[in-house]
């Protein structure tokens, strides 16, 4: 499990947060003033580990500051509105029992016994050796921030906030990958069509294939799929997976156009010179664009 883990320019000294990357727990850990809190996406929602940001509290018994501000009339209340807008299977009765009990000596409410009697969405338990703990839905969980402290809930949503704009930032350059992929299927299929003779040998159509390929990549990166392998052995995966934007950008643009170069018979070695000339004029226009950052 790998875990990249960023300083908060802003807030240096009580900030900082990791990626947990692990697609099977879909989970991100950020530290707020020394106290680590897990994030959890679930059915496309965030929700935050109220047990975690419970030992900013309480160390020891995090598990009891839960119960405490669960069992506040204020809480009560807001957890019954924001589960009547938001589940379906909500039952209101339990909850009207709850806000009557609530704020009375002796009253306590806690995570199982509010999901058990209301059916609510928006709190749940998660076992678990890492990670594990009472979660909220972030509208909840950001309440629970307030009540902890103003100061706690400020940094607590700075971070959030960076978390999801750097999960964009992730998905832009995934899309853009994938882009470039879906590209070189219509440019390698132009391939079996105008330079695959019949009755090839599969390794011969693999060597065209290849060929092709590095035709690409000695336009954009001066080397071949296996020289860059032979100078980086320390690294995983292909030239590609180290392009920047503006790179997987331009190829996929050159991937379209060698299509066409193919479709229209031009022999590789023209089509080599046509694509490098691409390549540069695409990526001088893509590095002098001022507002390059949204490519990024």
């Known amino acids: 499990m790998a875990v990249r883990i960023k300083k908060n320019t802003m807030s240096e000294k009580y900030c900082i947060f990791a990626f947990l990357e692990n697609s099977e727990n879909n989970m991100a850990k950020i530290i707020v003033k020394d106290t680590e809190v897990v994030f959890y996406k679930k059915e496309q929602e965030d929700y935050i580990s109220l047990t975690d940001m419970a030992r900013y509290k309480d160390t020891m018994e995090p598990s009891l500051v839960i119960s405490h ?40 409410l806690t995570p199982k016994r509010w999901v058990e009697a209301t059916n609510a969405i928006g709190i749940f338990s998660k076992a678990g050796r ?28 700075v971070e959030f906030q960076r978390l999801k704009e ?3 930032k ?30 090839l040998s599969k390794e011969q159509i693999s060597f065209i ?7 690409l990549n000695v336009a954009m990166f001066g080397m071949t799929a296996k020289e860059w392998r032979e100078a980086n052995p320390e690294l995983k995966g292909n030239i590609r ?34 694509l490098n000339q691409i390549a540069i004029q695409q990526m001088s226009v893509l590095e002098n664009i001022e507002n390059r950052k949204l490519l990024k």
């Open 130 to 157: 890492y990670g594990g703990g009472t979660f909220a839905h972030k509208d909840i969980a950001f309440e629970f921030a307030s009540w902890l402290s103003p100061e706690f809930k400020y940094l607590l949503i």
């Open 69 to 108: 501000w669960m069992s506040t009339r204020y809480t009560v209340d807001f957890m019954g509105i924001w589960e009547s807008v938001n589940n379906s299977d909500f039952k209101p009765t339990e909850f009207g029992r709850f806000k009557m009990e609530s704020g009375s000596n002796g009253f306590i």
């Open 209 to 215: 294939y290849a060929s092709e390929a590095d035709v």
């Open 241 to 274: 997976d180290y392009a920047t934007i503006n790179e997987l950008i331009c190829l996929s643009n050159m991937e379209n156009l060698n299509a066409v170069f193919i479709n229209e018979r031009l022999p590789q070695s023209e089509r080599l010179i046509k």
């Open 166 to 168: 750097d999960e964009e």
């Open 170 to 199: 992730a998905l832009g350059w995934t899309a853009k990958r994938e882009l470039a992929k879906i590209n070189y299927h219509i440019h390698t299929s132009a391939v079996s069509r105008n330079l695959i003779p019949k009755v």
